[in-house]
């Protein structure tokens, strides 16, 4: 079983330094993906209400052998529940459909600055925090700005921002505003799927210098950046491919080149994306 290196958060807890991404899998296939995951060393798995498959990996989590104390399980707020209450209670259905006692991380999905409700639910968050029933709170998709009002209103900070992060969209600025305030980066999209990454000259020629694969070339970048990776995979090989990034390093000029290419999102933009 390969062993995974953990970050500590700015809350006392700590979080491995590379996880399981289950969307877009449905709850059989999280189930069977989780499970299997947690067998080979994962001990970091990422869902979400909107993902519609937190039964399915509560299911893999209880499945697994593993005891629960190791496992980080990480689950987000929708849009369509942000306000004070309806955080609380959406929360709770999170929890029954994982079967679980406690949520390791809690995050707000999106910001949805038009509806102007995420401070709310991130009072709701601090509450549940301070019940137990989550050990870490942070966000995804937040700027910087919404990371200061959460600051600014609330004295709290998040633990973790999750965002958009690959070598197509390396996010210098808001990386570095994380590290200042003392806030892990996530990175969701860390192999920029649907893209000709994973078959960029320089990604492959990296990979064959060192022995690697394009994928492991890549999540290897993200570990070395200090953020943390969960690319989604139910297949086994790549699983075990994906964890087997923390036996070899990327040189200052490679990790340089990785990222010295067109600037272009994926995903939406935080300040006018909604997802309800």
């Known amino acids: 079983m390969i062993s995974i290196p953990t970050h500590s958060l700015n809350d006392g807890t700590t979080l ?8 877009p899998m449905d709850d059989a296939q999280a189930e069977q993906a989780v499970r299997g995951a947690l067998e080979l060393g994962y001990r970091l798995v990422d869902t979400a209400t909107n993902y519609r498959n937190e039964t399915g990996v509560g299911r ?11 496992i980080v399980v990480t689950t987000k707020l929708p849009g369509r529940h942000h306000g004070y209450e309806e955080t609380l209670a959406s929360f709770e259905e999170s929890r029954a459909r994982l079967g679980l006692d406690y949520v390791d991380l809690y995050l707000i999905h999106w910001p949805l600055p038009r509806v102007d409700k995420y401070v709310d639910s991130w009072k709701a968050m601090i509450k549940l925090r301070e019940d137990g029933l989550v050990r870490s709170i942070g966000v995804s998709n937040f700027t910087a700005e919404h990371l200061e009002r959460l600051e600014k209103e609330t004295g709290i900070l998040p633990c973790v921002n999750q965002i958009e992060l690959h070598p197509f969209f390396p996010q210098e600025e808001l990386r570095a ?6 806030i892990l980066t996530e990175s969701w999209s860390p192999l920029a799927p649907g893209t000709s ?6 990604v492959t020629g990296i990979a064959d210098a060192l022995g690697a694969t394009p994928g492991q070339v890549v999540l290897r970048w993200h570990v070395q950046l200090g953020a943390v990776p969960i690319p989604k995979s139910a297949d086994p090989r790549r699983q075990r491919a994906n964890l087997e990034v923390f036996g070899f ?13 067109a600037q272009r999102r994926r995903g939406g933009d935080p300040e006018v994306h909604e997802e309800f």
């Not at 505003?177 to 003392?182: I, R, W």
């Not at 990454?197 to 320089?202: A, M, S, Y």
């Not at 000029?253 to 010295?260: E, L």
């Open 60 to 70: 893999g989590v209880a499945g697994s052998g593993v005891p629960r104390e190791e």
């Open 249 to 261: 390093e990327l040189d200052t000029a490679q990790m340089t080149a990785i990222a010295d290419r």
């Open 197 to 202: 990454l994973l078959e960029d000259p320089v």
């Open 177 to 182: 505003f994380h590290t200042g305030k003392g």
């Open 16 to 23: 491995p330094a590379l996880g399981l991404g289950t969307w």
